[in-house]
């Protein structure tokens, strides 16, 4: 290759730049430097190792599912800085203080509590490149990266519409969704949507705890807090899950097949969550693709 004093005088660039790229590529195995001859090309194939900020909004068991099968199909190739802001802007901002330059991929879950809109730009401000949103695809974020998400109004609205047969015989439908809660609000939309489609009563409810619960009434729970406290309610009243009373869970976890003959849920596949996500940062991908969803019967409706 030219010395660095040809590089320099025939691009009209500071030698001290020259020498940094020929460093650089030294380090990546590129380049090869012989005392008194100069630089030489010893290989073409350039293997860069892989450190990721990984960023979980919230520990969770399905989280960790999609934790799991990240890790597992990076197959050793990346070094993982791991942390779980707590749906919190002002952690997730101090996180992202680390130098920019010493990670090749930024994989963050985007679900924050308050404080979203300037969450989105903060952002907005790293590298696209670099950049994969798992989970969730906030509208705001600009330009081309990647992402595997849900599409949280079609996903619910479609699960319901397969569970049709076997909630018609419920008069009323009713989702729990928590005040302040990071859930998406496009879950409400279509839950909301398949009601008014099929001229069912519905109710959105914010406290689990305060709700009175009637024979041929089916609920929706959102989070596992809910999810015990229905189950306990319901087991105090000795009403029969699944024939008086009927109940969905969103996203499933291994022990909700065993839990009172089975507790029928609605959910994502985070096991392909975590593998899609992994499979982006190792084609650098800037692909968007859409999670699938299932509905899994059980003997709660």
Do not use: W
Not at 178 to 187: G, K, L, Q, R
Request: charged content about 25%.
């Amino acid at each position: 290759l030219p010395s660095i004093n040809e590089i320099s005088f025939e691009f009209d660039i500071s030698r001290i730049t020259v020498e940094k790229g020929y460093n650089e590529l030294r380090k990546l195995g590129i380049l090869q430097s012989i005392q008194g001859k100069g630089y030489f090309i010893v290989s073409t194939f350039i293997k860069q190792n892989l450190r990721i900020l990984l960023l979980f909004n919230k520990l969770s068991a399905h989280k960790k599912v999609i934790y799991d099968a990240f890790v597992k199909n990076l197959h050793e190739e990346a070094a993982i800085d791991f942390y779980v802001y707590n749906n919190d802007y002002g952690l997730f901002k101090r996180l992202l203080e680390h130098p920019k330059d010493n990670y090749t991929h930024y994989v963050i879950i985007p679900h924050f509590l308050e404080d979203e809109a300037t969450a989105i730009k903060l952002i907005n401000e790293l590298p696209k490149e670099k950049l994969i949103l798992v989970g969730k695809k906030p509208k705001g974020v600009s330009g081309e990266f990647g992402a595997v998400y849900e599409n949280f109004e079609k996903d619910i609205y479609n699960a319901l519409c397969q569970a049709f047969t076997y909630l018609k015989k419920y008069h009323t439908l009713k989702i729990i969704f928590p005040e302040n809660s990071y859930s998406a609000d496009e879950i409400i939309k279509g839950f909301l949507a398949f009601c008014q489609k099929n001229s069912f009563e519905h109710k959105i409810v914010h406290q689990a705890k305060h709700e009175s619960i009637n024979e041929g009434e089916a609920y929706i729970t959102l989070t596992e807090e809910d999810l015990v406290i229905m189950l306990e309610r319901i087991i105090n009243l000795e009403m029969s899950l699944g024939k008086q009373i009927g109940l969905i869970s969103y996203n499933e976890t291994p022990l909700k097949k065993f839990i009172m003959n089975g507790i029928t849920t609605i959910s994502t596949d985070f096991g392909e969550m975590g593998e899609t996500a992994a499979k982006l940062v190792l084609t650098s991908s800037k692909a968007q693709i859409e999670n699938p969803f299932y509905l899994t019967l059980r003997g709660s409706i």
